[in-house]
């Protein structure tokens, strides 16, 4: 159990093009979702907090309009790039939390953005 | 000073040593405890958690807390090449705007060579 699906795996594109990343919760239901950056041999970043059928949490230094999220149901969250360029290229990660006590997440498998 | 902190490493170990692998924090109001593994270019993969203090074991893995130290520690007996990972810990509290939220570590590179 708890499976969270994340798509693509990888991303090629060209500078000034919008990408969506998509996070299914599989087996579950997510009331709350993540969405990290990753940078080579350092820690998860955490860009922002999704909460189903509310607007996004954005950490500090987050552009919430460079990176528009959507929590439209409670196993789907998405993540778009919008007009992205090459300092945007990383690891995405996205999580779900099933909001049960545990207070544990689950991670989907990665995205790996790369902007040319 | 950071709320989780976590020796980077690398670590490299011959196989079948004893693994042990830590984490300090600051926050006196995370309760749970988390380990994910994570092979490189793939998503941390959740291995073991523990709520509050104690121990709990799990196959070769076996997770510590030590509140009162505010130090966590995951130990892996007869450690294989196949656990050559970045180790995460992650805490969260269980209270408050932050409920669900994850800490992190940085992570602590390990290899097991044959």
């Known amino acids: 159990g708890a499976v969270v699906s994340q798509h693509p795996s990888r991303v090629i594109c060209k500078s000034g093009t919008s990408v969506k990343i998509e996070c299914r919760s599989l087996?579950?239901?997510?009331?709350?979702m993540f969405w990290y950056r990753q940078f080579p041999k350092q820690s998860l970043m955490l860009m922002a907090t999704s909460n189903e059928g509310s607007k996004a949490t954005y950490e500090q230094g987050v552009e919430k309009d460079k990176f528009l999220i959507n929590h439209a149901s409670l196993t789907l969250s998405t993540l778009t790039v919008t007009s992205a360029h090459p300092e945007d290229s990383s690891f995405y990660i996205c999580?779900?939390?099933?909001?049960?006590?545990?207070?544990?997440?689950?991670f989907g498998a990665g995205t790996r953005l790369s902007v040319l | 000073q950071k709320e989780v902190e976590q020796d980077p490493g690398p670590l490299s170990v011959p196989e079948g040593a004893i693994v042990s692998l830590n984490c300090t924090y600051s926050?006196?109001?995370?309760?749970?405890f988390m380990w994910y593994r994570q092979y490189s270019r793939k998503g941390p993969e959740l291995l073991m958690y523990t709520y509050s203090s104690g121990n709990k074991e799990d196959g070769r893995f076996t997770a510590q807390v030590d509140k009162s130290s505010k130090y966590i520690s995951l130990f892996i007996r007869d450690s294989q090449p196949s656990d050559s990972a970045t180790y995460l810990c992650a805490m969260s509290a269980y209270r408050g705007s932050t409920l669900g939220r994850l800490y992190f570590g940085r992570g602590t590179q390990l290899t097991v060579w044959p």
């Open positions: 087996d579950f239901q997510a009331t709350t």
């Open positions: 999580s779900a939390h099933p909001g049960v006590a545990k207070n544990i997440q689950y």
């Open positions: 926050n006196s109001a995370f309760q749970y």
